[in-house]
């Protein structure tokens, strides 16, 4: 029924690949392509009789826009889902408006060099503008809204977990349980243990780049920065137990600011360890954190890609990973002038997800709903011309798909709330 070309083949590419190939009716056929094609070879023999969808593989680096048209004009794919990475964003976006094909995402646009001056001037103007400093925002894609109307194509944003799901969850909320939504605390609970000192659970240098920067929240239409790990709480999370959890500034934040109209205050919480927190500061004080290039040896070398190369691949922490994730939201607003306060979270436990795909449940729980957005948009239950956030559109039957495809909600309507300290 549909042809989808998927970028990278990484962790949530993995899972996402492995859904597609559960989902075969959907999926007929589909091509793996990255910039390593003996990753995407690999994956391909791994499922090999295990699916009835077509698989092809290819060769791409998506940093060249001329390589994405070329494959895609070779291919024909109905709709490209990225899950390379953020730097990756535009081209492939742009690639898609010159063979007007639909693209789906998990993570907005983020420059691999933010020492580049022309995306520098651009970067510290909306900085003093809109208040968050983070180096990832929506403006770069929001920016393509009218070239994709005019080429009559979709572009989804934003369809793994956080952004994505708790995206998705505030969309089905305000549809099913509020007349208004006031405040929304988004709640990431990684209770794993994968045995390391210290290993990240995604893409070391993404992780670490927006673990390590200002939080920020939103509040009575503006944004309030804060220190790093400034603002923390504790809290109760079913399925996995008490955890100290820390506000930082995340990506949905902004989108749903825009989309969830009358909302007063938007906040992210993520829990970490001790352990985690005082290696990643010593990482940063000793500069191993740096995007910027440094001479060692004679050789130019990026901090951060070096220390990427040191830490354990986030792929090979499947096996080894024990205990579950809590991710979700909650809620608070007025139903019927009666004022309300529910939560909305999924528990997966990273054993479970390690049987079916060979993942832990960080990747699988972002690599499900990339398959699902793909669904969505291939299907065309999710399908205008423009540029879309996720809850942009009806949340239902994105939801109906969570709980088919592995991700099964609850809804809790007498919940524990967020207390915080500084
Ligand atoms: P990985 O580092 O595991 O995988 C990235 C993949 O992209 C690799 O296969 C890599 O190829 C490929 N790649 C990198 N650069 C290029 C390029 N120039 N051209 C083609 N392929 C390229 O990352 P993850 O799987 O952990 O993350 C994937 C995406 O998911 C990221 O954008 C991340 O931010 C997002 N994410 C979103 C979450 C959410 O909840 N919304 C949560 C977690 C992640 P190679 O093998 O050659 O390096």
């Known amino acids: 029924m549909s042809r989808l070309l998927v970028i990278g083949c990484g962790g949530v590419a993995s899972v996402a690949i492995h859904k597609c190939c559960q989902n075969s009716e959907v999926f007929t056929d589909i091509c793996i392509a990255s910039r390593t094609k003996e990753k995407c070879d690999a994956l391909k023999d791994k499922l090999a009789g295990t699916t009835k969808t077509r698989i092809e593989t290819a ?18 794919p109905d709709a490209v889902l990225n899950v390379a990475l953020p730097y990756q964003d535009l081209t492939i976006m742009d690639a898609c408006l010159a063979t007007g094909v639909d693209y789906i995402d998990t993570a907005n646009f983020e420059p691999e060099n933010t020492d580049d001056p022309e995306w520098k001037a651009i970067y510290e103007k909306r900085c003093k503008e809109l208040g968050f400093t983070a180096l990832f925002d929506y403006s770069w894609q929001w920016d393509y809204k009218e070239r994709f109307e005019k080429a009559n194509i979709t572009a989804l944003l934003g369809t793994g977990f956080d952004p994505g799901v708790t995206s998705v ?182 054993e479970e997800c390690y049987k079916e795909v060979e993942s832990q449940a960080i990747s699988y729980t972002t690599g499900v709903p990339a398959m699902i957005g793909a669904m969505m948009v291939v299907t065309g239950q999710w399908k205008n ?36 300290w500084r």
Request: contains cysteine; negative net charge.
């Open 169 to 350: 969850f505030s969309a089905y909320a305000l549809k099913h349980y509020f007349d208004e939504i006031h405040t929304i605390d988004i709640l990431d609970c990684n209770g794993g243990d994968h045995g390391y000192p210290f290993a990240t659970n995604f893409n070391p240098e993404i992780n670490l780049r927006e673990v390590s920067s200002n939080g920020s929240y939103w509040e009575e239409g503006r944004w309030i920065e804060t220190e790093p790990m400034e603002i923390k709480s504790r809290y109760h999370f079913p399925q996995v137990g008490e955890k100290d959890m820390y506000l930082l500034h995340h990506e949905e934040i902004e989108s749903l600011a825009k989309n969830i109209p009358g909302v007063k205050r938007i906040r992210f919480f993520m829990t970490f360890g001790q352990s985690y927190l005082t290696h990643m500061k010593c990482l940063e004080n000793v500069g191993m954190l740096s995007t910027s290039p440094v001479m060692f040896n004679g050789q130019e070398i990026v901090p951060i890609q070096f220390l990427k190369a040191l830490l354990p691949d986030p792929a090979s922490l499947g096996p080894r990973t024990k205990g579950k994730t809590n991710i979700g939201c909650i809620f608070t607003g007025v139903k019927d002038g009666k004022e309300k306060t529910i939560y909305i979270y999924n528990v997966c436990d990273h």
């Open 59 to 76: 060769k791409v680096d998506a940093d060249h826009v001329d390589e994405v048209i070329a494959l895609i004009k070779d291919y024909k």
């Open 385 to 420: 011309p423009g540029v879309f956030n996720v809850e942009e559109f009806d949340p239902d039957p994105y939801m109906e798909a969570l709980n088919k495809w592995g991700l099964p909600w609850v809804v809790c309507e007498d919940p524990e709330t967020v207390t915080v």
